[in-house]
């Protein structure tokens, strides 16, 4: 492990990196509720769920939703649990709040929770500060950051967070060869499997829309083609079947000079996790 990087899990030095690795473990720390703001696979998630990991021993475990998968009636339910409709005989079914108590919670997603619902997260959260410590519920939450646009959350939700920034991997180029070292080392644990300079000079100038898993997803597909243990530029021309980014990467065209290309190419991040399993 480098002796810059605060979290294993997490590959890189930049010094934006280092800040918000140090912002969510102290969060955690201290049990404040914290929100880990970004673009689609840059690793969000992992970082929020790296920090929790470091938590001191004696804490519950930490429920996680993906707020994707629910209309805002059905994150409501799931969130503040169902009350019997008038003459059923059911209990009453517990939400993901009250399963939490005493640990976390963690929102992937949190952006697709309506204002509505945001707003009652927010009141629901407010009636654990009197709790002692270790009975309330700490929240985690992921949001999705786009170029332009900012994160719009109920001001009584954001209020209440810390908003951790992870960098983009076009802001952290310098962990690029980092990064690809670490995947190809797992990738193919018994074979050495170097990336050439050209091809990290090229990975450098590329803007990388879909992030450390757009990057990772180009390392495996040209690590599962000949290559003679160094991969280089003109094997991304040697793959089969090359998409948006393998062209980009041929013609040395950051994302912000071919737009046209990646324009329709950037998806959600289920999408590209879909996308990059291929």
């Known amino acids: 492990m480098n002796g810059w990087q605060v979290i294993p899990e997490i590959i890189g030095c930049s010094a934006p990196l280092r800040v918000a690795a140090m912002q969510a473990i102290d969060a955690v720390e201290f049990g404040r509720h914290f929100v880990v703001e970004g673009e689609a696979g840059s690793g969000r998630r992992m970082l929020a769920r790296s920090a929790w990991n470091r938590r001191r021993t004696g804490t519950r475990s930490l429920f996680t939703m993906d707020c994707r998968m629910f209309p805002s009636d059905g994150a409501e339910s799931f969130l503040f649990g169902e009350h019997p409709s008038c003459g059923s005989q059911n209990t009453i079914q517990p939400g993901k709040l009250n399963l939490a108590t005493g640990g976390g919670l963690l929102l992937l997603h949190a952006e697709c929770l309506s204002l509505q619902t945001q707003a009652r997260l927010a009141h ?13 519920i700490q929240l985690l939450m992921t949001c999705t950051a ?22 983009a991997l076009r802001e952290r180029t310098d962990d690029i060869r980092a990064i690809a070292e670490s995947f ?7 074979e050495r499997i170097e990336c050439s300079q050209a091809l990290i000079d090229r990975f450098r100038a590329y803007d990388w829309p879909g992030n450390v898993t757009e990057l990772r997803s180009v390392l495996r597909r040209l690590a599962l083609h000949a290559h003679d243990s160094i991969l280089d530029v003109r094997h991304l021309s ?19 000079d071919c737009s046209s290309l990646a324009g329709s190419f950037i998806p959600q991040e289920s999408a590209f996790e879909r996308w990059s399993l291929q």
Do not use: K
Not at 238 to 256: I, K, V
């Open 146 to 167: 786009s170029r332009n646009d900012h994160l719009s959350l109920h001001p009584d939700l954001a209020g209440l967070l810390l908003h951790v920034r992870l960098p």
């Open 184 to 190: 190809l080392r797992n990738a193919s644990p018994f």
């Open 238 to 256: 040697e793959l089969p079947c090359r998409d948006e980014t393998c062209f980009a990467l041929l013609r040395g065209m950051p994302y912000s």
């Open 124 to 136: 629901s959260l407010d009636q654990y500060r009197c709790c002692p410590r270790g009975e309330g």
